[in-house]
């Protein structure tokens, strides 16, 4: 597997307007788009830093993964993801080597992705995220 380097940062948030004035009026960053992720339950702001972004993650629904994760931790850093050059082949080198997967099939993410997430106690609690972009 040939991890090219980190994608981006993930970051739950309540609001996105509101999180993202720290990142444009502080930082002096842009938002380049925001994108609704209906199947993950989410609304996604991408923020580029050179070859890399970071992703506030506001939920759509109060069953959604990222409102879960508030609710039990608080807005902050929800994954991370790093760059793969094939998506496939990482995850069948991840799975060989006995890493347990919550995803043994890449699906669709945000920004035209391809991903999947290994389970965090695989990663001393750290959601990790592997993702293709072509």
Known sequence: MKVKHIDHIGIAVKSLDKA???????LGLKVHDVETVTEQKVRVAFIPITDSEVELLESTQEDGPVAKFIAAKG?????????????EEALAELKAKGVRLIDEKPRMGAGGARIAFIHPKETNGVLVEICQRD
């Not at 993202?20 to 502080?26: N, V």
């Not at 807005?75 to 998506?87: D, K, P, T």
């Open 20 to 26: 993202g004035k720290f990142y444009t009026e502080a």
């Open 75 to 87: 807005e902050g850093i929800q994954h991370l993801a790093f760059r793969v050059e094939n998506i």
